[in-house]
């Protein structure tokens, strides 16, 4: 196997605040019709209380007034404020999606996986208002938890193809329904602990670096029974990112 290192990558992943986007999209819309605008203003009003007060605080005569609407406008879009819940997060789903980086096709294994947790990480740094919101309402809502449950049934497929291509499967998962659980298994675990990470003050200086490259060995540890430097990869080491302190 031709192993390349993880520079073969594009420009480091920042991540993206949703809200500064949708606004910044707004602003640049200029020459849209009046009704998408108005739809913009309203999309990000929904966003702003999501992320600051969580579904439950949201009312629709908040939203049009943080949106300088007329109270009614807001049935023009949506009939109530889950449909204009879904359809906000939705959105956001799809711009993680989208604002993801393309690694370049050199790139191994190891070095894209690294470079999706260190995006992944980011995003929900910036956005852990709406990240927390999305995780509740797929505890509570049914249009939610399907939602939350497709997209995750996606990654693990495309988590178990890239390790299936790359040849350095382990012994062990075997079975198709192995591989696909470990895979699912992984993903709630990243972001169990982010949810924790970002929700407790003591968490918050952990190193987010040091971060991504523990989620991507333990991907590989999963996947391969060894760690990712075992098996001929890139691997950051500790004196590239740092010891820990004492």
């Keep these: 196997m031709k192993v390349e290192k993880a520079s073969t990558m594009s420009a480091p992943a920042d991540g993206f605040d949703f809200?500064?986007?949708?606004?910044?999209?707004?602003?640049?819309?200029?020459?849209?019709?009046?009704?998408?605008?108005?739809?913009?203003?309203?999309?990000?009003?929904?966003?702003?209380?999501?992320?600051?007060?969580?579904?439950?605080?949201?009312k629709v005569a908040d939203i049009c007034a943080r949106a300088g609407v007329g109270h009614g406008t807001f049935y023009r879009y949506w009939k109530d404020t889950e449909s204009a819940t879904y359809d906000t997060l939705t959105h956001f789903m799809a711009a993680i999606r989208q604002n993801r980086p393309r690694p370049e096709r050199s790139a191994d294994l190891y070095a894209r996986i690294l470079a999706g947790h260190e995006y992944y990480i980011e995003v929900y740094r910036r956005n852990f208002g709406l990240m927390?919101?999305?995780?509740?309402?797929?505890?509570?809502?049914?249009?939610?938890?399907?939602?939350?449950?497709?997209?995750?049934?996606?990654?693990?497929?495309?988590?178990?193809?890239?390790?299936e291509r790359s040849g350095e499967m382990g012994p062990w998962p075997v079975h198709a329904d192995e591989k696909l659980v470990t895979a699912l298994s992984c993903i709630t675990a990243v972001d169990g602990s982010l949810r924790m990470i970002f929700n407790n003050a003591e968490l918050e200086s952990i190193d987010r670096q040091r971060l991504a490259a523990t989620f991507s060995n333990l991907w590989f540890r999963a996947f391969c029974g060894k760690d990712a430097d075992a098996v001929g990869l890139h691997l950051v080491r500790r004196s590239e990112i740092g010891q820990p302190e004492e």
Aim: overall charge neutral.
């Design 19 to 58: 809200i500064d986007q949708l606004t910044h999209e707004l602003v640049e819309s200029a020459a849209a019709k009046k009704a998408h605008k108005t739809r913009a203003a309203l999309e990000i009003a929904v966003a702003q209380i999501l992320a600051a007060d969580g579904y439950h605080a949201l």
């Design 132 to 163: 927390r919101c999305l995780f509740q309402l797929a505890d509570q809502v049914p249009k939610f938890a399907e939602l939350d449950a497709a997209q995750n049934l996606q990654l693990a497929k495309r988590v178990v193809s890239a390790f």
